[in-house]
């Protein structure tokens, strides 16, 4: 896995896990694990949805995104 995509996966999850930790607060605790590791799931199911339906065909890393190749939805 390249550092892109670990970004990738940190950042969205993140985002998804923001929510539930903001909630359990800083005390450590299984559900803070959890929601974690949860998040971070969730992003690389996300991430290989993306890939699925735009595989990376191009050189050098390029995707074919959407706004290149034509709208699909996921």
């Known amino acids: 896995m390249d550092e ?10 993140t985002i998804l ?4 930790l ?5 005390k450590p605790c299984p559900a803070r694990e959890y929601a974690i590791s949860d998040a971070i799931t ?4 996300i991430l ?3 890939d699925e339906r735009w595989p990376n ?9 959407p706004h290149r190749a034509g709208r699909q939805s996921l």
């Open 4 to 13: 892109q995509r670990k970004y990738a996966i940190l950042f969205a999850a």
């Open 42 to 45: 969730k992003a690389e199911q």
């Open 17 to 20: 896990a923001a929510r539930k």
């Open 57 to 65: 065909d191009t050189k050098a890393g390029e995707r074919n995104w």
């Open 48 to 50: 290989q949805r993306i």
């Open 22 to 26: 903001h909630e359990i607060g800083d």
